[in-house]
C-alpha cells in the first residue's frame, strides 16, 4: 500500500523562502513524474510545477523563477523549493506523485496518481 506524506508549510514573510517535501513509501515501488499544486481560499486547485520522469520541467508563470521542483528518485521523494515568496502564494499545497511498482526486471508499471494531504503556506505582508 502507498503512503504519500507532505512536509514543509508554515508562516513565512513576504519574500522568504520555504521547502516542502513529498515521500511515497511502500513496497517495490518506483515513482514516475511528480507535480505540485494549490489551492488558494475561495480559489479552484491549480497547477504550479511539474516534473516528468525524464527530469524535464515546467512551471505556471505565477511561480515562474520562483519556485523549484526537484525530486530523490532514491528516496520516492519530490521537493519545492521556494523562494521570493508573495502573499497571494499563500494556499494549501498539494503534491501529486505517480507511483508504480517495480517488477524483477526493475522495470515500472502500473503507474497511479497519488496525492498528499496537502501543507498550508502563509506569506504574511
Known amino acids: 500500500q502507498v503512503q504519500l506524506v507532505e512536509s514543509g508549510g508554515g508562516l513565512v514573510q513576504t519574500g522568504g523562502s520555504l521547502s516542502l517535501s513529498c515521500a511515497a513509501s511502500?513496497?517495490?515501488?518506483?515513482?514516475?513524474?511528480v507535480s505540485w499544486h494549490r489551492q488558494a481560499p475561495g480559489k479552484e486547485r491549480e497547477l504550479i510545477a511539474t516534473?516528468?520522469?525524464?527530469?524535464?520541467?515546467n512551471y505556471a508563470e505565477a511561480v515562474k523563477d520562483r519556485f523549484t521542483i526537484s525530486r530523490d528518485n532514491a528516496r520516492y521523494t519530490a521537493y519545492l523549493q521556494m523562494s521570493s515568496l508573495k502573499p497571494e502564494d499563500t494556499a494549501v499545497y498539494y503534491c501529486n506523485l505517480k507511483v508504480g511498482y517495480t517488477d524483477s526486471f526493475e522495470v515500472c508499471f502500473g503507474a497511479m496518481d497519488y496525492w498528499g494531504k496537502g501543507t498550508l503556506v502563509t506569506v504574511s505582508s
Open positions: 516534473m516528468a520522469e525524464g527530469g524535464s520541467t
Open positions: 511502500g513496497d517495490t515501488i518506483c515513482v514516475t513524474a
